[in-house]
């Protein structure tokens, strides 16, 4: 905002935007889209003033937003600076639920006269916070202008798609104005965005009992002779074939001991059970996946460091060539990851917890239950 817009700006003109997130990758998107409403003009002549605040924002047991939960919350919230709320507070929420209408992802949601609901999920995985900004903004004018044009403060959907929505609409469901993402591979988009929200990178630390194990295993590798011949002999397929089998055990080993994967008993509509379980999936597995490619390095360089090609040639019968290495850390890597399934037990289960959808919401229903009971 330029210095004579901020001389010309009065009290009135003023809009505080309370930006409220879930903590985790909601969190880091709310800073981007508050640096980003902080001293935007509305086509109104508003001037928006941002601030944010970390609050738990549960689902119900169904997996939906829970809008009074989340009202009760923010009545007794306080913003960051200590400001009293005033008529023109806007309360911008950025959630980690993974909302849908059908097919269609949902990417944001006008509760009300003040509310707008910011789904992360249903970003993807690319670009999420630049996009998020440019729907929330979208959001807070279709709101102020839906507000303007209806004296009776009735649900009426904004108008046309703009460039920040690209070819999403709005729509209304539940009374509430939503904005649709389209529908083509809608849900395989939402389920790489709850893997991006799960951040798999973050679940490697709480893996080091595995990566433990599996290094200690993965040095027998290095050492004993009898598995550089087996390395050696094996066949490229046969080596995808053992390292496939390895990640594949300690995925199921990490999900079905900690009680990772979604049962009927826990939620009931198919699809998002079936949505839910492929996040998971994929995020353990990625996690495995990472944890593999560090363990195969390191192998790898070891094997070079400790063994010299004169004495891998003599064990070896033949000239050594680099190949050579490159199987025997990659066969080394898969016996040490099966190994590392041992060491997963004495992981730091609650990251590995906290990994997926699932634990997170039960454990945000619990922080705003403990919260509301304390004020």
Not at 155 to 171: I, N, Q
Not at 344 to 363: C, K
């Amino acid at each position: 905002m330029s210095t004579a817009e901020a001389r010309t700006t009065t009290d009135d003109d003023l809009g505080t935007v309370r930006v409220a997130a879930d903590q985790g990758l909601a969190d880091a998107v709310a800073d981007k889209i508050c640096a980003r409403l902080d001293g935007h003009r509305l086509t109104s002549g508003t001037v928006l003033h941002a601030e944010s605040v970390s609050l738990p924002l549960p689902p119900v047991e169904s997996g939906r937003p829970d809008m009074e939960t989340w009202a009760s919350l923010l009545d007794t919230g306080s913003t960051k600076s200590g400001e009293s709320e005033n008529a023109n507070t806007i309360t911008l929420c950025v959630s980690e639920i993974p909302r849908r209408v059908g097919s269609r992802p949902v990417l944001a949601e006008i509760v009300g006269t003040s509310m707008v609901v910011i789904y992360v999920p249903s970003f993807g995985a690319r670009a999420v916070a630049r996009r998020a900004g440019a729907v929330a903004l979208t959001a807070i004018e279709s709101m102020r202008r839906r507000d303007d044009d209806t004296d009776d403060g009735s649900s009426v959907a904004p108008d046309h798609p703009t460039p920040a929505t690209g070819l999403a609409h709005w729509s209304v469901d539940s009374g509430h104005d939503i904005l649709l993402a389209p529908a083509l591979l809608g849900r395989t988009r939402m389920v790489a965005g709850m893997i991006r929200t799960n951040r798999p990178w973050r679940l490697v630390p709480a893996l080091s009992g595995a990566l433990a194990a599996a290094t200690a295993t993965s040095a027998f590798g290095v050492f004993y002779s009898s598995i550089w011949q087996m390395a050696a002999s094996m066949s490229v397929l046969r080596l995808c074939c053992v390292s496939v089998i390895a990640v594949a055990l300690i995925t199921a080993w990490l999900i079905l001991p900690n009680g990772l994967w979604e049962r009927r008993t826990r939620r009931q509509t198919g699809v998002d059970r079936a949505m839910y379980n492929m996040a998971t999936l994929a995020t353990v597995l990625a996690g495995v996946v990472i944890m593999y490619a560090a363990l195969f390095v390191v192998v790898g360089a070891a094997s070079a460091v400790v063994i010299s090609p004169e004495f891998l040639s003599m064990q070896l019968d033949r000239d050594a060539e680099a190949l050579d290495y490159v199987r025997l850390a990659w066969l080394a890597a898969s016996l040490g990851t099966v190994a590392g399934a041992v060491g997963s037990t004495v992981a730091d289960q609650e990251q590995i917890l906290g990994a997926t959808f699932g634990h997170r919401e039960a454990a945000r229903r619990r922080a705003a239950k403990s919260r509301l009971a304390t004020d």
